[in-house]
């Protein structure tokens, strides 16, 4: 079935440090991919999105490249900043007839000033 | 156009009795998702629901968990008879269509507290 494996956390950088939050996936067809940011307390927010192979979705300084040949969607960011601190969800889905989210089990992120 | 609604945001309950979540979609979404989040994990998904039909609930417990999107007023996902295991952040999402390139716009969450 389809599965979504992301890097444990939780991951401590400083700030304007380089992140990088791997995330690989299975999937049975072509699915979209997806990036979701949880802040404490809250919901889940979309943070960028791929919906074919060799898209950049990018947000917020925020990017990701789907790679079909590598089963991938990698999160990065250049310079990271205390207000990014928060829960990162990797997720796909293949839509169609049923369209639900299948996530990664999310990696906590703390920025240190 | 008001997002995703969700309440109540925090429900305590005690062992034995029912919780009922609410959840009103965005403005022109039929399609609506439900899905938990346990303690120090991802979301998993529930049920996907239009109105007046469920289309999915393979996620959903068999026993005790129900859901329903009624013609007219919120989608409720119901828990009956609790147990301190149901204890978790329920989370609705509703999207405009199932195509896998439109999103998935989440609620805030109720946070449920069996004790």
């Known amino acids: 079935g389809n599965s979504v494996t992301q890097m444990e956390g939780p991951v401590t950088l400083s700030e304007e440090a380089f992140l990088t939050i791997n995330c690989t996936y299975t999937a049975t067809g072509y699915p979209s991919l997806f990036w979701y940011v949880q802040y404490p307390g809250e919901g889940l927010q979309l943070l960028l999105k791929?919906?074919?192979?060799?898209d950049k979705g990018s947000n917020k300084g925020f990017e990701a490249t789907y790679r079909k040949e590598t089963t991938s969607f990698h999160l990065e960011k250049g310079s990271v900043q205390v207000s990014d601190s928060a829960v990162y969800f990797c997720a796909l889905t293949e839509g169609g007839s049923q369209g639900n989210l299948i996530f990664g089990k999310g990696t906590k992120l703390s920025v240190k000033p | 156009n008001a997002g995703v609604m969700q309440n109540p945001r925090h429900l305590v309950r005690r062992r034995g009795q029912e919780a009922r979540l609410r959840c009103s979609p965005m403005k022109g979404h039929s399609h609506v998702y439900w899905y938990r989040q346990l303690p120090e994990e991802g979301l998993k998904f529930m049920v996907y629901l239009q109105k007046e039909n469920i289309i999915d609930e393979s996620g959903m417990p068999k026993e005790r968990f129900s859901a329903e999107f009624p013609k007219e007023g919120p989608s409720i996902l119901r828990i009956q008879q609790v147990v301190r295991g149901d204890s978790a952040a329920y989370f609705c999402?509703?999207?405009?269509?199932?195509?896998?390139?439109?999103?998935?716009?989440f609620g805030p969450g109720t946070r449920l507290t069996v004790t």
């Open positions: 791929a919906t074919k192979a060799d």
């Open positions: 999402a509703s999207s405009l269509t199932t195509s896998s390139t439109y999103e998935q716009y």
